[in-house]
């Protein structure tokens, strides 16, 4: 299959889902959007759940380069991963479907790709395991840092964040930030190299 067609149908696809939902989006939407025929579709996936998945895949190699953009090895790693917290956050509020990988939605939807899934997830950790190492190469976070269990604790402390505290009100914004501050303090002061 073509690179272009195959696109093609991603982009589609990523629309159908993020508008209907994996359940109501159909084969026959995404053949239509696409402009292809239903069979040209499977040619791209062998299943919905595949296409899904891959349209997910899709989206975590994406929000990988979009972060990836500000990671810069002359730049504390704490700095680094205060700003990648940031950046992953506004990615994540205009990717829906990256929303429900990472808030387990998707794993309710195909349960069997539940190992799929948590490789994807494990992806989209990343540039937070790249910046810990960073961190430990620069002399500014402790060596003996286990950094794929402190990525998965700082992906799941932003997710929470992301959820429980976006409550709607004036002060919004500023609640936001004063917790943001508190959770990354926190952070560093388990991480950092102690002088």
Known sequence: MEAVKRECILVEATKAFARFGFKKASIDTIAEWAGVGKGTVYLAAESKQ????????????????????????RVPAEQLLAQASLQGEAYLNDRPLLKQLLFGEAY?????????????VALGRHNVDNILRLGIQQGRFRPDLDVEATGELLLDLQLAYFTLHDRPGPDRQARLDRRRIAAFKLILDGVLVRP
């Open 50 to 73: 595949d296409l899904f998945y891959q349209v997910l895949h899709r989206e975590v190699v994406a929000w990988i380069a979009e972060v990836q953009k500000i990671v810069d090895p």
């Open 108 to 120: 309710k939807l195909m349960p069997e790709w539940s190992d799929r899934l948590d490789a994807l």
